[in-house]
């Protein structure tokens, strides 16, 4: 289900990233030893737009229990059709969940890498972030609003837009990436992820570190 043949060379950065990068270059919250934390997978899906690469998002409900307001990547936890956690499963979870969140057709999409599993301590969620290629996009939206509030691509140019790029400082005294892009502050977990990928391919660019954004204990 992963093969790298026939993508982009603008995607070689990000393939050599996926296979070099280590688990604490990513996160500094990873998996608990004792095996607990429920398994999820989350698409990070790299299309091409009119103004070159790009990555599909999406906003999660207000109405959500978790992570309430969120954008994010398309995901979710892994269901006992999925298969084996440590083989498959997070591939099909992750096609899966997109498939129900943003309406994508899974046979468009070209999965070409897998990263170390990480774990997000506010939920217990263990998630296995997978990559794909968007070789035949196909319209996204809202398929559930009790779900997803918008769906939306954003471009790499914009990611890298040092004027897009801030840290959210949380009041227990987190400090974050995050990314002001498409009327969406992109922080948390997603914002972690493209910070670590868009610096280990090479692509980031120098930005103000000290601009901040605060947030809330709702947040």
């Given at each position: ?47 091409e737009g009119a103004r070159g690469p ?8 207000s109405s959500l229990r978790s992570h ?152």
């Amino acid at each position: 289900m992963v093969t790298k043949d026939g993508l982009p060379p603008w995607l070689d950065p990000v393939v050599h990233a996926v296979e070099t990068v280590e688990p604490l270059q990513l996160s500094r919250f990873l998996p608990p030893a004792d095996g607990a934390g429920r398994q999820s997978a989350v698409l990070i899906l790299f299309g091409e737009g009119a103004r070159g690469p790009e990555l599909l998002l999406m906003e999660r409900a207000s109405s959500l229990r978790s992570h309430a307001g969120q954008p994010s990547f398309p995901g979710g936890a892994l269901d006992p059709e999925d298969g084996d956690p440590m083989a498959d499963g997070p591939l099909r979870a992750a096609l899966r969940e997109a498939e129900e969140e943003t309406g994508l057709d899974p046979s468009g999409v070209q999965l070409f890498g897998v990263l170390p599993k990480l774990y997000i301590p506010v939920s217990g969620f263990v998630v296995t972030p997978v990559l794909g290629w968007w070789r035949e996009p196909t319209p996204v939206g809202v398929v559930d609003p009790a779900e997803t509030a918008r769906v939306f691509t954003v471009p790499v140019a914009d990611l890298t837009d040092p004027a897009h790029r801030a840290t959210t400082v949380h009041p227990s005294g987190h400090r974050g990436a995050a990314f002001l892009v498409e009327s969406a502050l992109v922080w948390g977990f997603t914002a972690g992820i493209i910070d670590r990928l868009l610096h280990y391919a090479g692509w980031e660019l120098p930005w103000d570190r000290e601009k901040q954004v605060p947030l809330d204990w709702r947040a």
